[in-house]
């Protein structure tokens, strides 16, 4: 049954990647919604063509994916978190997939931009939030990774003053 609907997830992101976002607009909602709660489920197979066909959906979709972008990334958060989904392409799908979101963003979420400016702080905190997560989960690999090394320098240039507080 998950090789059903990990086929019908693939295929519902080729088609919004083959027709284009623009003749698509309003599936994408349905189609975001359905991918979601598929990439939800605990078999690692179904979950990583969910995805896919997200990244697929977004990248095709463009700007009629920007209502869906704090959902996306809500569920891109919990996935990473989430202790059921261990698989290790996970990293990179949900990688691609929040690259995908940011492209869709565009120049609004360039640095120096009045979005970046009040996204910031939540960007930081997830950052923060999610390398502690990493070292609690796997403090090997960011030290083969030498993860440690641009996190330390990173806040030896940090000005905001609450970082100093850490």
Same mark, same amino acid.
């Given at each position: 049954?998950? *090789? +059903?609907? @990990?086929? *019908?997830? +693939?295929?519902?992101?080729?088609?919004?990647?083959?027709?284009?976002?623009? &003749?698509?607009?309003a599936l994408v909602p349905a189609t975001v919604q359905a991918l979601? %709660?598929? &990439?939800?489920?605990?078999?690692?197979?179904?979950?990583?063509?969910?995805?896919?066909?997200?990244?697929?959906?977004?990248? &095709?979709?463009?700007?009629?994916?920007? /209502?869906? !972008? #704090?959902? *996306?990334?809500?569920?891109?958060?919990?996935?990473?978190?989430?202790?059921?989904?261990?698989?290790?392409?996970?990293? #990179?799908?949900?990688?691609?997939? !929040?690259?995908?979101?940011? &492209?869709?963003? @565009?120049? $609004?979420?360039? /640095? @120096?931009?009045?979005?970046?400016?009040?996204?910031? /702080?939540?960007?930081? #905190? =997830? =950052? %923060?939030?999610?390398?502690?997560? +990493?070292?609690?989960?796997?403090?090997?690999?960011?030290?083969?990774?030498?993860?440690?090394?641009?996190?330390? %320098?990173?806040?030896?240039?940090?000005?905001? $003053?609450?970082?100093?507080?850490?």
């Amino acid at each position: 049954m998950s *090789t +059903l609907k @990990g086929s *019908t997830a +693939l295929a519902l992101g080729c088609v919004h990647r083959s027709v284009g976002g623009m &003749a698509l607009s309003a599936l994408v909602p349905a189609t975001v919604q359905a991918l979601c %709660a598929l &990439a939800k489920d605990p078999n690692d197979n179904l979950h990583g063509w969910a995805l896919h066909a997200l990244w697929l959906t977004a990248d &095709a979709a463009g700007l009629s994916y920007v /209502p869906h !972008v #704090q959902a *996306t990334l809500s569920l891109a958060m919990e996935m990473l978190l989430s202790e059921d989904h261990a698989a290790p392409e996970l990293g #990179q799908r949900i990688g691609r997939l !929040v690259n995908a979101v940011v &492209a869709v963003l @565009g120049p $609004e979420l360039s /640095p @120096g931009s009045s979005l970046f400016s009040r996204c910031k /702080p939540s960007l930081r #905190q =997830a =950052a %923060a939030s999610t390398l502690r997560h +990493l070292s609690e989960r796997d403090p090997v690999a960011m030290v083969e990774e030498h993860i440690e090394e641009d996190l330390f %320098a990173m806040l030896d240039n940090e000005t905001d $003053e609450r970082w100093d507080a850490l």
